[in-house]
């Protein structure tokens, strides 16, 4: 929890703010001090904490973190015009008031918890690059974050009750995604291959055969199999199994053409040298040749 100091470069007029927790690229969230950064640029401006208590956040602390916020604020003569404080405050500031605040800003859908607001904040994000777009740290970050306040996806109370899940399915969302789910799953699959982890672990497999888990579960498969074949979903899906018989046929096609005749066992059928063969491989294999 700390007091920081935001300074313009080029005009020198401040801002002074209070943050729970440091981040050294959070430069304020009030409105006159957002739009000067668009104005002048990042760049132009620097940021200093001026005043800092170390561990947990307490209310106690916050409301002495208001009041000192409030002196540095006449003190740096930081309030609009001079500066881009819009308010001191001169009385005590609990952070359970500033909790009730973002309630009740949830309660009515104003501030950020207003639909335009935040589209217009995801847009913003979405166009940098930054927050939950950012490809490095934003998703690990957010994780991280998740995972040390037993929120979001660590909350045991929220997977218990299946709000995410039945948002998602609702929404055709996260892992009702078809295409998110199909890239998702290509992803994890190469990286577990390369890693040999997972499914590609070997020792994966000798566990779920000796606990009788998994897909060494011959109940679980032949419920499965029986559910598929009720819903007409998976080997029981025609348009599936039509889409593999003419893969497999195309498949046959190209074995006739390589070794130069129509037989289950063709390369002891074939009357073709191994130099031929090899050739025609090398041609479908290089899309030299395209057989329908």
């Given amino acids: 929890m700390n007091v920081y100091k935001i300074k313009n470069l080029k005009t020198d007029m401040q801002y002074v703010g209070v943050k729970l927790k440091d981040h050294p690229n959070y430069f304020g969230s009030g409105r006159l001090i957002i739009e000067a950064i668009k104005e002048f640029g990042k760049e132009n401006f620097v940021k200093e904490i ?41 009385g005590p500031v609990t952070l359970e008031q500033c909790t009730k605040g973002r309630k009740t800003q949830k309660r009515l859908g104003i501030g950020f918890y207003n639909p335009e607001v935040q589209a217009k904040a995801m847009a913003s994000q979405k ?27 660590f909350d045991l109370e929220w997977h218990k009750k299946g709000l995410g899940p039945a948002s998602q399915k609702k929404n055709g969302t996260g892992i009702y995604d078809p295409v998110a789910r199909a890239k998702g799953n290509r992803k994890a699959h190469k990286i577990m291959r390369e890693k040999k982890i997972g ?67 063709r390369p002891y059928h074939t009357k073709l040298p191994f130099s031929e063969i090899a050739k025609r491989m090398r041609e479908v294999l290089n899309g030299d040749v395209i057989l329908s």
């Fill in 199 to 265: 499914v590609y672990d070997p020792a994966w497999h000798e566990e779920k055969k000796r606990l009788g888990t998994g897909i060494y579960n011959l109940k679980a498969r032949v419920e499965g199999n029986a559910t598929q074949k009720r819903l007409g979903i998976g080997l029981y899906n025609l348009k599936v199994r039509a889409k593999g018989l003419v893969t497999r046929q195309k498949s046959a096609r190209i074995l006739d053409w390589i070794y130069g005749c129509p037989s289950p066992h």
């Fill in 127 to 153: 166009k940098n690059g930054t927050g939950c777009y950012n490809p490095v740290k934003g998703g690990l970050a957010a994780a991280k974050i998740m995972r040390e306040n037993g929120t979001g996806m």
């Fill in 50 to 90: 001026l005043y800092t208590i170390p561990g947990e956040k307490r209310s106690a602390d916050w409301e002495e973190l208001k009041e000192i916020e409030s002196q540095f604020i006449l003190s740096f003569g930081t309030l609009y015009p001079d500066g881009y404080n819009k308010v001191v405050i001169t």
